[in-house]
DNA sequence: ATATTATGTGAATGAATAATCACAAGAGGT
DNA sequence: ACCTCTTGTGATTATTCATTCACATAATAT
């Protein structure tokens, strides 16, 4: 029998254990079982310390959302220029997505958009947040002369954000054959000449 | 009982409907119940023409890959000023994803790389040779002075591909709440900005 | 020490799903 | 008209999955 832990505990430990299963096998492949054995417990525990999958859906949204896309917020609101700030986030977006690919592929999933509506309105609601924080790290590259003049700030953030999730993407579906950080510094650089 | 038909014309329908049951549910939901009821047939009838949802799939990428990236190697094809093209393409794209939200929801399913390597392969070279073809036509247009010298054409395509790859997510995540082709107007101007 | 509560688990249940099968029935050739 | 091949279907099977339950055991309170 396992040792017995505080439900808060378990509840952390199931979460990092459902995002593991994630970026391994896909959001398809996060069932209760597979769940329980990356966890190492039965899979009646983890109805001990959730309610049901919906739950565990929940809260690895809030620990994606309060953990991560916080850190951007973070890097946005430093004394840093705008460019070094948005080179900074560009590339600690693209480290996060190699250290845990469970993250764009639990929040860009079609099951979640589709079977969880009141989920991907929330990741939404996130997203929306994450796209206004670049754009104004963007305008103010742009008042500051380290931007070129006449680019629009939102349009811009949405190309840097695509940018970083097409490349993901790509990633995850060549099924990591290539070397995502040089490939990130090529397109960063090349970003670049296209807003200076 | 459903009028007989020959089993090509049987196969295209149960494409098309399992196109449709993408688009509307997602890969998650597509069940050969799902495709039965779209197709307006027996589950069995399904088993007549394919001899599992694997064939299926492999149907639905040969569609989805003839029949969409093919239009983008046509227009690169023609006689247009480079610029041109380029704008048909992303706009032709984006009314594509509108129409069919399926192809992009298939294509970029995480079930379908994680769950069929072979299939995942092979839309993966189809992305390449979508992603050489708008290579060609941006660094035709540095060539012909139409875009500004310095950009890189495949990394610049890689921006313009992710702009409407993201695009296309934000879309169908946000359950088709924005006017797409508005939103792609502005990120088209903006991105004449940033590439002249 | 004992009672109570929290945590852990194997077994069971019911629903969904992919696939198969025996049989029905139309189409086309003879 | 008869035969054969193709197409269509309801019923069935085996598997996987989410969830529940009775029971075991450790921690904590009294």
Do not use: C
Request: aromatic letters at 8%.
């Amino acid at each position: 029998m396992l040792e017995k832990k505080s439900t808060n505990i378990r509840k952390e430990e199931i979460v990092q254990a459902a995002l593991e299963v994630v970026g391994r096998k896909g959001v398809r492949a996060l069932t209760i079982s597979a769940i329980a054995a990356s966890a190492g417990m039965s899979e009646a525990n983890i109805y001990r310390h959730f309610n049901g999958k919906d739950e565990i859906y929940s809260a690895l949204a809030d620990f994606i959302g309060s953990s991560v896309m916080g850190k951007a917020a973070t890097i946005a609101g430093g004394s840093r220029r705008p460019l070094e700030k948005l080179e900074t986030i560009f590339f600690s977006h693209i480290a996060l997505i190699t250290e845990h690919p469970g993250i764009p592929r639990f929040v860009f999933s079609d099951d979640i958009h589709l079977g969880h509506r009141i989920l991907a309105e929330t990741l939404a609601l996130r997203i929306g947040n994450y796209i206004e924080t670049i754009t104004g790290v963007i305008a103010a590259g742009v008042s500051e002369g380290e931007l070129k003049p006449g680019i629009s700030p939102r349009e811009t953030a949405l190309t840097l954000l695509g940018m970083i999730q097409f490349t993901a993407l790509r990633w995850t579906m060549s099924n990591a054959s290539f070397d995502i950080r040089h490939e990130a510094e090529k397109l960063w650089a090349n970003f670049l000449v296209l807003v200076r």
